[in-house]
């Protein structure tokens, strides 16, 4: 009985963890929507929207808290939990993310460069399915879809450093607009730490799976990481 109990609550963790993630992943999505398109109310609404990403970060929070004082977990379920509750902190910041890059667009006008564009559009898309894919390996227990979202970061960070160079010859070709070139790039770095964020959300699920810290060199062990600013 007690067990089956656990696995409810359990299953529960899991749906709630797929909400804040999907949370995440719309909010990424609209805060580079209403960048392009310059729309200062629809960034505030991204602003204001990350505090359901903190409710349920909280929600969360007391439902492992909930599982650890009232079930008896076994080494397997302590792990999954103490990843969830890392998790979550990650998914949090990712949250916060969105929202300086909405911030951004409330007030700084970007420069328009089709090129720019496409790569910060391609930098969203990519993070988002990080996100997405590293909640889904851990929920899933999938260990091949956990170590597919480590190896998507390489991507990521390629497209960081192609518009940073754009961004370079921007302000090289036009330095009055040197402001807004830089605003450009911080939202591009907001992406690469989201998709650091979500590196680290994959290293907890592969830790859940395995038992293990990645340690072979392909990615930072969880304790020590990336994209905690």
Known sequence: ???????????????????????????????????????????????????????????????????????????????????????????????????????ITQHFRLPQNPASERHISKMADAVKAMVTESIDAFVREDEPLARKVLASDDEVDRLFFKLRSDIIEMISQNP?????????????????????????????????ITGERPDDGSAAAPGTEKGNV
Request: glycine letters at 6%; hydrophobic letters at 45%.
């Open 176 to 208: 009055a607009g040197g402001e807004e070139a830089v605003d450009l790039l911080m939202v591009a770095k907001y992406l690469e730490r989201i998709g650091d964020h979500a590196e680290n959300i994959a290293e907890w699920a592969l830790f859940t």
């Open 1 to 103: 009985m007690m067990r089956s109990r656990f696995e409810r609550q359990l299953n529960e963790l899991h749906e709630d963890m797929i909400d804040m993630g999907a949370l995440c992943e719309a909010a990424i999505g609209e805060a580079v929507r209403v960048l392009f398109a310059a729309d200062r109310e629809a960034a505030r609404q991204v602003v204001y929207g990350d505090r359901d990403i903190d409710r349920k970060e909280h929600e969360i929070e007391g439902l492992c808290l909930r599982l650890l004082l009232q079930q008896q977990p076994v080494a397997r379920d302590l792990r999954h939990i103490s990843a969830a509750l890392k998790m979550i902190t990650d998914m949090e910041r990712i949250g916060d993310q969105a929202a300086d890059i909405a911030e």
